[in-house]
């Protein structure tokens, strides 16, 4: 091999490593502290390579991140070809922050340790805000969600400021491995350059953290509210049997009957996909439901095919995923329609302009948006209600808490994910949606983890067997928090002070415009920097 290919060589073996490093970071294997450092490999591969070298090196970290990251998805019946498409997309972040690696390092290097953790995050905010094309998991800050303080931090800058503190570190760790095996210890100048931008990084990161853990919004009252949530440990994606279906809805509700026993129950809560009929349109479940609820008096939440005999056009039947609220008094007090509908499983995106192949789905029927959200009510108590896919989205879970509840609700069915790391996976990103908007979060899943989630993202209860039982008092909100009102405004600071930065450069690496290989006295290839 030559020296420039051996070169090559090494700079790919440190993307694989951060590729191979990302998915043990993340809760699919629950490793957090490697958060810490997983991206210094890239880093340095990165800036000893050529944009468009950095742009392969970053696309090779983000496939093997993405796809041992979430590769329970093809168990979970999506086709090898739309899941190399997915990894493929989910990936093109990594190959953009590569480039922008080393453009940043070649051009203004000083800028480095606030611009590439403000590229990253800036990065994440895209990928997960992209319509139909939106990746929300994935995000680094999620692999803490077991780390209070860092929790915490989500109640002034969301799942991005978590995100931003990490790639800090990263970088921080990056840059000392840098001077340390190329500066000579004589060359102060280029380290004092970067001092600015170190101490901006470090500064805003160490403030970000100390407002989260320093100061918490004013505490509310507990709701006089108890709840049940029942995970029946079930799930069957398509049952045409009617005994099959009655069993399902049975074991539902003596679950419910032993959850009431001498509890005094203000509400029952049912995971996503738990009335395994069209709702209400099959009036025999719909009186049993009513039945329960008079029995049990008590609020009962449920989810299923919400579909009305006439749609609104009055032609045919329209089908939505929806929740139903069912009263003791033998009526549906409310009903949420699921607004955030998961792409090529509940609609088809332009289906209207792309006829999508069958080896990417074989939906024939979309299913019909909510608009407004899900606000329910019980006892004087009103709460938020999400739907699975939707409650991944920080924007959809500001919205949703944004309308004056004092608790969120996730319905769920994870049956799907057939791994446990997968379940953790999802669940963290409900955690930070409790913190983010400083209110307890209620989760009922079909057979993975139903929790409840205190305001601060501490999990206060979570299911350990399936089928099980929680039976809770909700604990209180606080005010709102920095991040419910003002939403990602973290990104738009960072931007502005990293332009300011890059901008502001007082020794711009002017050499380095014109990029090209080079032997070193040491017979290996290197990237002029």
Known sequence: MTASGSTRARLLGLAVLTGLALPLAFSIWRVPWLAWVAVVPLLIAARRATPAQAALLGLVSGILTDALGVHWLIDSGVAPGAFCILILIAASKYAVFGVGVSLV??????????????????????????????????????????????????????????????????????????????????????????????????????GILTLANGYAPPTGSAPNLRVAVIQAGVYEPAIHDVRERNAILDRYMQLTREAARGADLDLVIWPESSVPVAFPYDTGAMGLLLDLAQEIDASVLVAASGRDKLSRSGREPEVANSAFLIGPGQEIEGRYDKIRLL?????????????????????????????????????????????????????????????????????????????????????????????????????AATTTISAIVAADGSVLERSSTSPGIIVADLPPATAPTLYARLGDWTLLVLAGLSVAVLFADPQPNRSSRSISWRHGDSGSAEWTA
């Open 105 to 206: 390092y070649h051009h203004r290097p000083a800028a480095a340790a606030l611009a590439v953790p403000t590229l990253w995050v800036v990065l994440e905010w895209l990928r997960a805000n992209l319509g139909w094309l939106s990746i929300p998991w994935g995000l680094l800050g999620y692999s803490q969600y077991e780390v209070a303080p860092l929790v915490r931090t989500a109640s002034v800058a969301g799942v991005y400021g978590v995100s931003f503190a990490l790639l800090v570190s990263n970088v921080l760790v990056a840059e000392i491995y840098h001077r340390w095996t190329t500066q000579p210890l004589g060359d102060r100048d280029r380290t004092s350059s970067r001092v600015p931008a170190i101490a901006l990084s470090v500064g805003l990161s160490v």
């Open 343 to 443: 792409p090529f499983d509940e609609y088809l995106p332009l289906r209207s302009w792309i006829s999508w192949p069958a080896w990417i789905t074989t939906l024939r029927r979309d299913a019909t948006p909510g608009t407004e959200p899900g606000v329910l009510e019980t006892a004087g108590v009103r709460y938020g209600v999400q739907i699975c896919f939707e409650s991944l989205f920080a924007s959809e879970g500001r919205r949703t808490a944004s309308q004056g509840v004092d608790f969120l609700v996730t319905l769920t069915n994870e049956a799907f994910a057939g791994t446990p790391g997968s379940h953790e996976l999802l669940f963290a990103m409900n955690v930070f949606r409790a913190a983010e908007n400083g209110v307890p979060l209620v989760r």
